[in-house]
């Protein structure tokens, strides 16, 4: 079960690597968008969609602002026929299914929807007073089926320790720490061969909440080259944003396949990690992967994968001149590329499955 199949990013890589897992089983989403990066890296895939996906416009444009019809679109599934139900569960509130009849299941969390418990996003949809109002209205009763929902959950796994504080907080839940899986294709096991270039390095969809422009900011103010890697996604207009304050040094590479993200990573000067509390943050340890040190903000997820002076370097406040000392003091560092993929190597793909597989097979005897 997984949210919906438009964007490619974290979850998407996830819900790959569950699916790798257990190949033959059905994939169950609220809709797909044809043509989106997510549906063709799934459309080989038994993709099963709910009621919504033949709704004109809501795999568009929808979706978000319909997002009260989640319970509804959830609880028509009929789950009945399996054993077990694996969640790939993040802001559509993708958990607590009713129709499952005596299937258990498992629910993997990205996190508790950010949007729901006040944590920043795509789109800052509080500073327009008629979306406030809306959204306080449906966030309300969204938060006690939310909770309700959590509840019919029989395991939570969590992304990072910070989701399982969230989980434990909003859920009252215990969950299980099974960190997402990570892996390019130019690294294989034994790590890359780096050749590094002068520019810094983002990879993210080009939406709010991410540390984008922070990053813009910096590098037009130090004259940093800077590549920027990702597309627009949802109803924000963070991409004319940028571009109108981006200098002549800062490049907008658009998205790209993962050999290629590959060997930006691997080019790049230092990737900066920049969202201000990151459910976990798998774009720092792809980069680590590639032997490229991180900069990063000092919070959220990336406390646990970034380590100080080994792999990379933090900043505590989220201003250009705050980001400008710290990447000033990373390039006076000699952080070697051979510590930075053995940390990410923690992070593996084959980890992920190995552990996931085991505790599944461990829960349901």
């Known amino acids: 079960m997984h949210d919906y199949l438009n964007e490619f990013g974290g979850a998407e890589r996830v819900l790959l690597a569950l699916s790798e897992i257990w190949p033959k089983a059905p994939i169950y989403t609220a809709f797909y968008k044809s043509g989106s990066r997510a549906y063709k890296r799934f459309k080989d895939k038994d993709i099963r969609v709910s009621w919504v996906h033949n709704l004109p416009g809501f795999n568009s444009k929808l979706y978000s602002p319909l997002r009260f019809l989640a319970p509804s679109i959830w609880n028509s599934l009929d789950l009945s026929g399996f054993d077990v139900v694996i969640g790939s569960a993040s802001w559509y509130g993708t958990k607590g299914f009713?129709?499952?009849?005596?299937?258990?299941e498992v629910c993997y969390c990205h996190t508790p929807p950010r949007w729901l418990y006040g944590y920043p996003t795509s789109i800052e949809w509080q500073k327009y007073w008629l979306v406030k109002v809306y959204g306080q209205v449906v966030g309300h009763w969204m938060r006690q089926y939310d909770y309700q929902a959590a509840q019919r959950v029989d395991w939570f796994v969590a992304n990072s320790q910070n989701t399982k504080r969230r989980i434990k907080k909003f859920y009252r839940r215990e969950a299980e720490v099974i960190y997402p899986p990570v892996s390019l294709p130019l690294t294989g096991e034994t790590g890359p061969p780096v050749r590094k270039s002068d520019y810094y390095l983002v990879a993210s969809r080009i939406v709010g909440g991410k540390g984008l422009e922070l990053a813009v900011k910096t590098a037009g103010k130090l004259g940093l080259r800077l590549k920027v890697v990702g597309e627009s996604a949802g109803?924000?207009?963070?991409?004319?944003?940028?571009?109108k304050i981006a200098g002549k040094k800062i490049e907008f590479v658009g998205a790209v396949d993962d050999k290629e993200l590959g060997r930006l990573?691997?080019?790049?000067?230092?990737?900066?990690?920049?969202?201000?509390?990151?459910?976990?943050?798998?774009t720092p340890v792809e980069a680590m992967l590639m032997g490229t040190p991180v900069v990063a903000f000092k919070g959220g997820g990336y406390l646990e994968s970034v380590v100080e002076g080994k792999t990379g370097v933090f900043f505590e406040k989220q201003t250009a001149e705050s980001l400008g000392k710290a990447i000033k003091r990373?390039?006076?560092?000699?952080?070697?590329?051979?510590?930075?993929v053995k940390q990410a190597k923690k992070f593996s793909k084959k980890r992920f499955k190995r552990e996931m597989k085991e505790f599944v097979l461990q829960k349901v005897k």
């Open 98 to 104: 009713k129709k499952k009849g005596k299937a258990k």
């Open 235 to 243: 109803w924000g207009r963070e991409y004319d944003k940028l571009v």
């Open 265 to 282: 990573y691997a080019g790049a000067k230092a990737f900066l990690a920049l969202a201000r509390d990151e459910d976990f943050g798998m």
């Open 330 to 340: 990373l390039e006076k560092m000699g952080i070697k590329s051979e510590d930075c």
